[in-house]
């Protein structure tokens, strides 16, 4: 959403799924949350920090599929692996957040 000047008009919706300026682990582990929290489709599984991807059914494709929403979300790239290598949503946010060269600012690029 770059480029966006504040007299447009965003809904509540959108609001909601766009990155803050500077992204956080807490602000990343909190998207994975919610975003798995409506993708997983077993109701009888808590989703919090400490879930791991592989129990929560995600395979390759879905993996995948989870990263790239989450690198639109962040406007960064990420390698599709992560999720095999850091398998909890907090491993994954300690990462993306603390990686070398950081998280861009959100719309920058």
Not at 24 to 44: F, G, H, M
Not at 70 to 98: G, K
Request: contains cysteine.
């Amino acid at each position: 959403m770059a480029g966006r000047t504040s007299a447009e008009h965003v809904s509540n919706d959108e609001e909601s799924c766009l990155p803050p300026a500077r992204v956080t682990e807490a602000d990343i582990r909190d998207w994975c949350i919610a975003y798995l929290q409506k993708t997983v489709d077993n109701p009888s599984i808590a989703i919090g920090p400490e879930a791991n991807f592989a129990e929560l059914g995600l395979d390759s494709a879905t993996s995948a599929y989870f990263i790239v929403e989450l690198e639109e979300w962040l406007d960064a790239e990420l390698r599709p692996e992560l999720v095999f290598e850091y398998p909890t949503i907090s491993a994954l946010a300690h990462f993306i957040a603390h990686a070398e060269g950081g998280i861009p600012d959100a719309g920058s690029g």
